[in-house]
């Protein structure tokens, strides 16, 4: 018995193409072994917007009846691969459609494989991986995450070396040579073919400890039973700002404790303080009311709200007053405007390292021929 499922999350939109072709690429290897398997999406348009996360799955088994079996649950639910198609996805995950933040690896089977393709290392990573609390492994792809537009794919191998990836650590659910023969249909592509075969060589595999990671609990609640659950939709109300220690004055609106929309973001805004004329601008132009109102008239993005859409960068007067920097550099989310005020010296060093040391991440294409421009600056 050969079943496997792989569960793919990535990025709506802007990696809904590169999702689908992996996970049809794996069900075309699987066909090519005499095995039968599907693809399917966790979510439709929907949730997917800017970028929050999604999944699709693919499920591979011997028979029809050993499929059916798989596919009787709501969604796969021990899955031998894991794939975050963007390695900021490994801090965790909320959909607008889940409940509260889900770990990375909470539907990763015990000795299943998390396959992330990213620069960093596995060291790196793990920092921001929730504890599984059983052993799993860890295998990187060395790459940058692959992003394009809601009507462009970029073509640049970054699924067919996922694929070549996935045959080195699963090898049960697709060989290799059924990746390359999947490849090759109906037209050879020697480029492709190598640079999967490539990925099949170079994967690096770690084994991660039931309890390595990041040490934080994600947001967990209670059903309510059938004799504590109320008549109808139950929608409660929240007051339209809410107090916060430590800040006398001021603005903070109420937000929802457990929607966690950060997870929806590639990078983050970062603001110098010292620059900012306090013209309300990014205030009032951020639609999703992330900026709170700081006793001394400031505007502080709080993180646990912002999808780093980018509009206040987009939108500010003052030049690098707002500056969106790559997540991965960032391990919380703590209040910037506060660590301004304890130590204006620190948090000047502090905006100075972020905005130079990760490498540059775009959201996606914003303009027709911008991978082509892409593509050009880097070969010159």
């Not at 689908?20 to 095995?35: Q, S």
């Not at 909470?106 to 290392?121: D, F, M, Q, W």
């Not at 996922?162 to 040579?177: D, Q």
């Not at 004329?277 to 109102?293: H, R, S």
Request: hydrophobic letters at 35%; proline letters at 5%; glycine letters at 8%.
């Amino acid at each position: 018995m050969s079943t496997g499922s792989v569960e793919v999350v990535y990025r709506g939109i802007f990696q809904k193409s590169l999702a689908k072709n992996i996970c049809r690429g794996i069900v075309f290897a699987a066909k090519k072994e005499g095995k039968i398997g599907i693809a399917f999406g966790r979510y439709s348009d929907s949730p997917e917007r800017n970028g929050i996360p999604a999944k699709q799955f693919a499920v591979v088994a011997d028979s029809e009846e050993e499929m059916e079996e798989n596919l009787s649950r709501y969604e796969p639910d021990n899955n031998d691969v894991t794939i975050a198609a963007d390695d900021t996805l490994c801090k965790g995950v909320e959909s607008w459609a889940w409940y509260g933040l889900q770990p990375i690896n909470k539907l990763l089977k015990e000795g299943g494989t998390l396959l992330v393709p990213s620069t960093r290392s596995s060291e790196s990573l793990i920092g921001d991986i929730h504890r599984k609390g059983k052993p799993y492994n860890l295998a990187i792809v060395k790459a940058a995450a692959s992003f394009s537009g809601l009507w462009v794919y970029k073509d640049d191998h970054t699924d067919v070396r996922l694929l070549g990836a996935l045959a080195k650590v699963a090898p049960h659910i697709v060989s290799l040579e059924s990746v390359v023969a999947a490849i090759n249909e109906p037209k050879k592509n020697a480029a492709k073919e190598a640079s999967a075969r490539k990925a099949y060589a170079l994967v690096a595999s770690t084994a991660i400890g039931a309890d390595n990671g990041n040490a934080t609990v994600p947001y967990k609640f209670d059903l309510p039973g059938w004799k504590t659950m109320e008549e109808g939709l139950v929608i409660r109300g929240m007051t339209g700002e809410q107090k916060v220690p430590g800040r006398d004055g001021g603005y903070v609106p109420a937000r929802n404790p457990t929607f966690k929309k950060f997870s929806t973001r590639t990078m983050r805004p970062v603001v110098n303080f010292d620059t900012c004329t306090e013209c309300k601008i990014c205030w009032l132009q951020c639609p999703d009311t992330c900026f709170d109102i700081t006793p001394d008239g400031h505007y502080d993005a709080n993180m646990e709200a912002c999808c780093g859409c980018g509009v206040c960068e987009a939108v500010c007067p003052v030049d690098k007053c707002i500056t969106m920097v790559n997540e991965e550099a960032f391990k919380d989310n703590g209040s910037q405007w506060e660590m301004w005020t304890k130590d204006k010296k620190s948090y000047a060093a502090w905006l100075s390292e972020k905005i130079s040391e990760p490498p540059p991440r775009s959201h996606g294409f914003h303009h027709v021929g911008q991978y082509a421009g892409e593509i050009a600056n880097e070969s010159s």
